[in-house]
């Protein structure tokens, strides 16, 4: 039943999209060879003439374990931070230098990598509102349950807030899983891409989601450990709330595996929308509290890396 209900969404997305194709062209009534193709969900073929229809179990799982192993990077660099936060003193400073790479990373590759990739088969206005939904839902998530990300957000916390965490604690939760699930299904989106410059957005994406893992981790860890949680059950904490990533990769796998081109890119764009959300809001939120110089200095460090990056992929293809 789960299975038919899923070609069903996907059935009826290929015809909405067929729908927007023909009123672009100016025709009336759409091909009816291309309607049959649409209804029965005929899979956007592989590069290289390679038709999805002789996709086997084999070649799913393959593409399962990728984003597992995307996924679970992510998740064991946010543990990983969780892990310093605990060992390591913690300063401002320090963390106020990571979340700035890390934002400047996530601007760098919705606008080197997400953007002109989406480009190539939406229209502005289709990219711009896709976008939207994604910096709406962290936007919404932040101003009525909390703060969507935590390092984003770090300026935001003082000690009164920290010290009073177990009523907030639940709503916290809440809020970065769905971030952390967010960017599982944007690895995820990244992986099963097919065009071009595929593998580059790919491989950037991963960068640009590593990198803001490790102030994230830090951050929650902080966080829990000055409420007066326990270092041990603080990773716990930690690893039970990253571990969402891992869920929304495998999600994003099973949803979008096989969908057309314009709703893979939709979901693309949807996911650059959240990164520019959690970039600005952690830019615009540390720069005009502390330490200008290294906010300004990561931040641009973090951008030019991922252009740097890419022009590196396309001067090698």
Known sequence: ??????????????????????????????????????????????PGGQNNDDEGPKESMSAAIAILIRTGAAFFIALAGGVASALMARTHKRLCALISLGAGTLLGV??????????????????????????????????????????????????????????????????????????????AAGHEETGENAHTLDMTMMFAICVHKAPEGMALGALLLGAGFARMKMLWLVAAVELTTILGGFVGHFILHGVSEFWLRAALAHAGGGFLFLATHAI????????????????TAGFLAVGLLVLGFHLKD
């Not at 969404?9 to 062209?25: G, H, L, V």
């Not at 509102?129 to 919404?140: C, D, S, V």
């Not at 615009?284 to 931040?299: C, R, S, Y």
Request: hydrophobic residues 50%.
């Open 284 to 299: 615009l939120g540390e720069i005009w509290k502390h330490h200008k110089g290294i906010v300004l200095g990561f931040f």
């Open 110 to 187: 919705t606008v080197f990598a997400i953007a002109p990739e989406c480009l190539e088969a939406l229209r502005v206005w289709q990219f711009t509102l896709a976008a939207a939904t994604g910096y709406g839902l962290f936007a919404l998530i932040s101003k009525y349950i909390f703060h969507v990300c935590p390092a984003c957000a770090a300026s935001h916390f003082d000690e009164a807030t920290t010290h009073r965490f177990g009523e907030i604690a639940l709503a916290m939760m809440v809020a970065l899983a769905i971030h952390c699930t967010v960017d599982g299904l944007a690895l």
């Open 1 to 46: 039943m789960g299975r038919g209900f899923l070609i069903y969404c996907k059935c009826f997305a290929n015809c909405t999209e067929e729908f927007w194709a023909t009123r672009k062209s100016g025709s009336q009534r759409p091909d009816a060879s291309l309607v049959a193709r649409r209804i029965t969900w005929i899979p956007r073929p592989k």
